[in-house]
């Protein structure tokens, strides 16, 4: 006779206890740390879209170049399943980069204010359904880092670049370089506004990632976001990852 060990695979403690069977024969088993999370847990999962490593891929996979489609393909998931991974991550996604506000020290942005302050801007087109549809990504980044400092989605209307402006009114910046789009030029003081083409480079260079790893955001193919919803989550999932730092 041999005994396995069961551990638990949210937090791998190995305080487990039998806890019934699912309507399916499987035995079901619960986790007693009381710091697990999750608690409850089968071994031999049939629906393999309820573990956790599959969870992860399903976000991985999205975020690196694969469609819904390609996702579940790949995983031997549903397509229902990705969208309903990816729409949990909804609640935990930020427009702005908390992390860097919080690393901001006031004084040494006014001791050093050639190189703080200073924000590239810019919109980049995407459509959700059919190209009638536009969904404008908008969003701001340190013109000396690189670093994205805020996001909004919308059409491309002042309403929208009015947001973005609120969103980064607590970064005190002093400088702004945009394109010639005629909402920036309307709502920016012109002394602060630098309009052109050559301070965007940075910004149009995310851009080109975006467009490289995000599926739906790949031009001349056809694919595209379906809702709103998973358009916004998708791009924000991956700002909030990749730009942010955060762990989503
Ligand atoms: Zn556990």
Redesign the pocket.
Known sequence: MTFVTVH?P??D?EQIVKRGKTHRGTQRYL?Q?TA?I??SFLLDYRNRGCLPEVKQQIIDMSLNASGVRDTARSLHISPTTVLRELKKKEGMLESVNTALLRTLDPEKVTVDIAQAGEAEMDEMWSFVGHKGNPRWLWHAIDHHTGKVLAYVFGRRKDEVFLQLKTLLEPFGLTRYYTDHWGAYTRHLDPNVHSPGKRNTQKIERKHLTLRTRIKRLVRKTICFSKTTQMHDIVIGLFVNRYAFGRAV
């Open positions: 638990c949210h937090c403690s986790c740390n697990c999750i608690g």
